[in-house]
Structures are given as C-alpha cells and as structure tokens.
C-alpha cells in the first residue's frame, strides 16, 4: 500500500512538470527530434502555402538570421530547406530519415536528412544550433553523392 502511495505521487509530479513546464520538455528534446519534427511539420506546410518564409511558426525552428537571409535573397528555384528545385511533388509522401547528430561545438550540431520516396532519395544537412536551451536551424547545405 505505501508503495502505491508513493508511485501515485511519483506519476503526479511528473504530470504536473510535464503541464506546467513545457519548456523543460523542449529543452530535453534532441538534435535529431528537432530536426525530424522540423522536416514533418514543412513538408506539409511546403505544398499548404506560398511563401514559407511569411509562416508565423517558422521562427520557432529556424534562426532569424537566417530567415532574413532567405528574404533578402529572394526568390529562387531551389527551396532552401530540402535544397530541390521545382520539381517537389515527390516530397509530398516521402519518408523523412533523420540520423544521428554529429556534434561540432557546444551549442552546434551536424544533423543529416534523407528524404526517401518510391523512386528517389535526397539528403540534406541541417546544422542545428542551439540558443538560449532552444535548438534553431542555422543552415542547411546539399550532399552530393560521390
């Protein structure tokens, strides 16, 4: 009996950290579920809009910077952040394969992206820095197969 009483407790403080500490959760999150968070929520975003860069969740993933960056550069045919050109209806139903982060500094982080479809397959590299215990997209560059 005192056993449970004490499991009772235990499960009670957890929920209530979890509900009234959101950020605590946040910061527990890693490299590599950001990132794949990230990839889930812009490929529907991606076909949903026009301009992703006017998207009011955006800054919640990606540095200012860098944001302002892909404003003042304008538009392009390459979409930034799967670094692929006009044609992206292939994105749509792909698979999005997130590896294991690599970690260059403290607070920046080497997170590779393969978009995987029925008939082709892209990777990207997401470099993820993270500010004020929030991780944020810095830059995202191509990979090409060698």
Not at 52 to 77: C, F, H, Q, T
Request: glycine share 2%; net charge neutral; with cysteine.
């Amino acid at each position: 009996m005192r056993i449970c009483k004490i499991l009772i407790c235990v499960l009670t403080s957890m929920l209530c950290l979890g509900i009234f500490c959101p950020k605590a959760v946040e910061a527990a999150q890693t490299p590599q579920e950001f990132v794949k968070e990230f990839y889930e929520w812009y490929i529907i975003k991606h076909y949903e809009i026009d301009d992703i860069l006017e998207e009011k969740k955006l800054p919640e993933y990606v540095n200012e910077s860098l944001i302002a960056y892909l404003k003042r550069r304008g538009s392009s045919d390459l979409y930034y952040f799967i670094q692929f050109g006009s044609s992206t209806t292939v994105f749509k139903e792909c698979r999005i394969v997130v590896k294991d982060a690599l970690k260059m500094t403290d607070d920046v982080f080497v997170v590779p992206v393969t978009f995987k479809g029925e008939k082709f397959e892209s990777t990207v590299i997401a470099y993820v820095k993270k500010v004020d215990s929030v991780f944020k997209i810095a830059s995202v560059s191509d990979i090409y197969p060698y």
